[in-house]
Every structure is written in structure tokens, then in C-alpha cells.
């Protein structure tokens, strides 16, 4: 076998190597389906687990990172929900829903201010987004 028919042979190889375990692994997305899924069954503890590793697969998924947050506060671990969301909110701060979830975790903390606080930054930035629908939607 000729030197370069061997170089292209392994390198073929190596390339082939590399990209198989990519196409067995679930990528974050696939988790996150999984995770609502479960959700949406009840399966609380599998939805966790999915969400652990949709934010694994892609620590930017702030969808992720939010329902991360909502497994937390159902489990009443509301520190870990606050943590969660501000996650999501630091990945995406024009994330209406999770200005919404904050405020409900502050307000399960006790922390009443802050929950009003948050609320109203949903109410605003919701009444913006709904805004920006319309005008989008009466354009011929």
C-alpha cells in the first residue's frame, strides 16, 4: 500500500471514530423534549434527571436551566430554583417566563419585594413582547 493511501486510510479511520460517539449521545435538546415529557407524565424525578442533562450537553439552554428551576421549587429546594433561574436569565434576560418563575421563588423564599419586583419585570416585558407581536402581525 502506497504511503498516501495509508495516511488517508487512518485518517478516514480517526475521522470515523470521532464522529461515532457524537451520533449515539443525545444532544441538550433531545434531553430537554424528554424532560417536558416526563414533566408533563408527572415523572418528576425523570424531568429532573433530563434537565441535568440537557444543562450538561449545553450549559447555555436557558429553557433548560428553567425547568431545572421549576423541578427545584417543586421540591421546595427553592434556593437551588433561584440559582436555576438566574441561570436561564443570565443566558437570555429577555426571557419573559422566567421572570415569572423568579418572582414565584422569591415569594416562596419570603422574600415579598423581590417577588414583586420580578413580577412586574414580567408584566412589562411580557406587555413589550405583546406589543412587538402585534405590530409585526399588522404588517402587510
Not at 19 to 44: M, T, V, W
Request: net charge positive; charged share 30%.
Amino acid at each position: 500500500m502506497l504511503p498516501v493511501e495509508r495516511l488517508f486510510k487512518i485518517f478516514a479511520l480517526s475521522l470515523i471514530l470521532l464522529i461515532l460517539p457524537q451520533c449515539s449521545e443525545k444532544r441538550s435538546e433531545e434531553h430537554l423534549k424528554n424532560a417536558i415529557r416526563f414533566s408533563e407524565q408527572g415523572d418528576y424525578l425523570k424531568a429532573k434527571e433530563a434537565f441535568q442533562k440537557a444543562v450538561a450537553k449545553d450549559p447555555n439552554n436557558a429553557r433548560a436551566w428553567l425547568g431545572l428551576g421549576g423541578i427545584y421549587n417543586s421540591e421546595k429546594n427553592h434556593a437551588e430554583a433561584l440559582k436555576a433561574i438566574k441561570k436561564a436569565l443570565l443566558i437570555d434576560p429577555t426571557y419573559v417566563e422566567a421572570y415569572y418563575s423568579l418572582g414565584f421563588t422569591y415569594e416562596n423564599l419570603g422574600d415579598r419585594e423581590s417577588a414583586e419586583r420580578e413580577y412586574e419585570h414580567f408584566r412589562k416585558l411580557k406587555a413589550k413582547l405583546e406589543a412587538l407581536m402585534k405590530t409585526e402581525s399588522e404588517k402587510p
